[in-house]
């Protein structure tokens, strides 16, 4: 083989490999990235450490929350409260209310999800039962609860902000019993 | 014959040895052309599966489930086995011949790119008599139907897909060191015909996408063998994202598919017209800049998904502009025929058939890049008549010409005209009543992908599969057509087959002989 052909194969072969590597570890976590940064998607962020926020007791926002079971999802889920209306700046709790259905015991893992778009960045949660999985065992119920912050910064277009969570089952996917994890 | 290729009478176990073996260009090239001429067949199968199906409202012929892994199986076979291969084997027997270079830069290599083309496909095939049954998904296979939902057969998808990119990535990087270290003296880039120019264009994006379709499916593999949840929102993933990197590979892929197939007609053309290319420059730049924005378009495919309105607005703006280089060459064709002195040999036919047919489905395509517009036509047998006035008309045509075009070169046969002027009316015909209906069931909000309709569909699906079985029964046509010019076609010697047709592979004798250029021409 003539070296011309080695080298223009050599490059060539280095750029495939470079497109898969970079379809396959950095598309996702820049995916991740821009949904965080935009907001797209509805993504909030992970836990928030609280600092000390002034409340903006002028202004009012309706927050909504919503529960869904994925397909397949028999557990009942739903917000014990379905509206709160709170100040930017203020923090609260709210707590939701799971039951295994089944007789089986289950883990299960909650995706959060923010409407409208532009308030995702602005929705903060200091405690959340969706930072951990849920573990209930056959029969159990139990209250999850959330603790949030509106930032005072968040969008003067925003009045109501509609927080939903949509509850997986992991079971099979978890490799520790439930008991371990309760 | 100290070189020749081994025939028949020299036994079967040579003659078998010669194909498995071979790393001559014109071998590889040949059985690329029937492999995708078996694919296409047995893809059209499919399809005729499909709208006999569709034929009547209600399930009549098969289980919905079957009808899933049809439409999935039609798409697949027909992109990665039908057309891609198709313009592989074009390139293979064409490129060395018209850049005047005695063979692929990498012989060895191009034997292997084609030989396991052949497993990929005995794998996704084979899944439908499997339990479970074949992938069932469509052939953009988005996350979660593919992963959570799959058929466990997924896994020989995956597998399947993962060897045709293997294949298509070594082919184009053969491809791109032939043409870029092998053209004969005096050849310079911006002498090369089109077909090289689109084709050098067409494996460079291959070599860029082919590999994250690779990464796609490989992110499958794990989220369903291994735990992980790059789509899988349940683990902090996102189906979404699958879209993106999908069409991220799949934009590119319908201009891989697409570019050859200008490069065939761009040599067609001017040939029956007995005058040079309009604006050849202008071709090589158009060509560019369309392959440049494929890769910043792909969102168009998701307008659907909830984009932000800025994000609509730029794919749908960036969709627009490649109208522009796309209409420089429809323009460009035009009028290369413009004053020309035409004639309408079979070639000729299909190219004018596919510049017209092409253009139609381009402005469907600029409807479907209206963002607003989009969430109505999406999913809907609009899209199906889009895509296919492009990839049939487009690809498919293009294909068919370039092979009655390059035949005589081939086997030194002459095809007969009759027979392939018979072969395009049916086709073009039934091309049309196939898919022009199939833009008023879309419209009127006909879902694609679906075993059964709606009683007010029933008219026009009848047509168009009326339609589909006509466009069939022309592909025996044109098999039998080819055959019969191997076997007893007139013989033509000339080495310019064809009154006005320019270039180096005319300069050899007909039949093309097994080696050809093994003293470089000298180009002016």
């Known amino acids: ?182 | 014959m100290a070189h020749g290729p081994a025939t028949l009478a020299d036994g079967w176990v040579k003659y078998a040895s010669r194909w498995l073996f071979t790393t001559n260009h014109k071998d590889i090239g040949t059985l690329y052309l029937w492999f995708s001429f078996a694919m296409f067949i047995l893809g059209g199968s499919f399809a005729m599966i499909i709208r006999a199906e569709l034929f009547q409202p209600g399930m009549q012929l098969i289980k919905p489930e079957f009808f899933n892994q049809m439409t999935t199986m039609h798409g697949l076979v027909m992109v990665f086995g039908a057309i891609m291969p198709a313009f592989v084997g074009l390139a293979n027997w064409l490129i060395p011949m018209m850049i005047g270079a005695p063979d692929m830069a990498l012989p060895r290599m191009n034997n292997l790119s084609f030989w396991i083309l052949p497993f990929a496909f005995a794998i996704l095939v084979a899944t439908l008599f499997m339990e479970g049954g074949g992938p069932n998904f469509g052939w953009t296979f988005y996350a979660p139907l593919s992963t959570t939902y799959a058929p466990d057969t997924v896994n020989y998808f995956i597998f399947g897909v993962h060897i045709m990119g293997a294949s298509s990535i070594m082919g184009s990087i053969n491809i791109i060191a032939t043409i870029m270290n092998m053209r004969a003296p005096g050849m310079t880039y911006m002498k090369m015909p089109m077909f090289v120019w689109t084709w050098l264009i067409t494996a460079f994006l291959l070599v860029a996408v082919m590999p994250v379709l690779a990464g796609a499916v490989t992110m499958m593999l794990m989220d369903i063998n291994f735990g992980t949840s790059f789509f899988d929102a349940a683990g902090g993933g996102d189906p979404v994202l699958f879209q993106h990197i999908f069409w991220f590979f799949g934009h590119p892929e319908v201009y891989i598919i697409i570019l050859p197939a200008f490069g065939v007609v761009s040599q067609i053309i001017p040939t029956f017209s007995r005058k040079p290319l309009f604006g050849y420059s202008s071709m090589v730049y158009a060509t560019a800049s369309i392959a440049f924005m494929s890769f910043i378009v792909w969102a168009h495919h998701m307008f659907t998904v909830g984009m932000p309105i800025a994000g609509e607005l730029y794919f749908m703006y960036a969709t627009m502009l490649i109208a522009v280089p796309t209409g420089v060459k429809v323009f460009n064709w035009i009028t290369t025929m413009y004053k020309g002195s035409l004639t309408f040999e079979t070639p000729m036919l299909f190219s004018i058939a596919f510049v017209i047919l092409f253009t139609f489905g381009g402005f469907t395509g600029l409807m479907l890049s209206i963002a607003a517009a989009d969430i109505q036509y999406h999913d809907t047998y609009f899209v199906v008549a889009h895509f296919h006035y492009v990839m049939v008309a487009g690809a498919v045509f293009s294909g068919t010409a370039a092979v009655y075009y390059w035949l005589p070169k081939w086997c030194g046969k002459m095809y007969n005209e009759t027979m392939g002027k018979v072969q395009f009316w049916i086709a073009f015909i039934g091309f049309n009543i196939t898919f022009m209906p199939q833009h008023f069931l879309g419209l009127a909000g006909m879902p694609r992908r679906y075993a059964d309709y709606g009683l007010q569909f029933a008219d026009w699906n009848m047509v168009s599969s009326i339609g589909a079985f006509m466009y069939g029964a022309a592909q025996i046509l044109f098999l039998f057509n080819v055959v019969r010019t191997i076997t007893h076609g007139k013989p033509v010697d000339k080495p310019e087959v064809w009154e006005g047709a320019e270039g180096l592979e005319w300069t050899v004798p007909t039949p093309a002989p097994y080696h050809t250029f093994e003293k470089p021409p000298q180009v002016k």
């Open chain 1, 1 to 182: 083989m003539e070296t011309s052909h080695r080298s223009l194969l050599a490059k060539l072969l280095a750029l495939a490999v470079a497109m898969f590597l970079f379809a396959v570890f950095l598309l996702p976590p820049l995916y991740d990235l821009f949904c965080e940064i935009t907001g797209i998607g509805g993504r909030t962020d992970g836990k928030y450490e609280a600092v000390v926020l002034t409340v903006d007791t002028s202004r009012q926002v309706e927050v909504q929350f919503v529960a869904a079971n994925n397909a397949e999802m028999p557990w009942e889920f739903y917000p014990l409260e379905y509206r709160v209306m709170v100040h930017p700046g203020e923090s609260r709790a709210v707590n939701f209310f799971a039951r295994n259905t089944t007789s089986e015991d289950m883990i299960a893992q909650a995706i959060p999800n923010v409407l409208p778009n532009n308030a995702a960045a602005y929705f903060h949660k200091t405690a959340c039962f969706c930072f951990a999985n849920q573990p209930l065992g056959a029969g159990e119920q139990a209250e999850l609860g959330l603790v949030f912050i509106l930032d005072p910064d968040l969008p003067k277009s925003v009045n109501t902000v509609t927080l939903s969570y949509t509850l997986f089952d992991i079971t099979d996917r978890s490799t520790v019993a439930v008991s371990q994890v309760q």
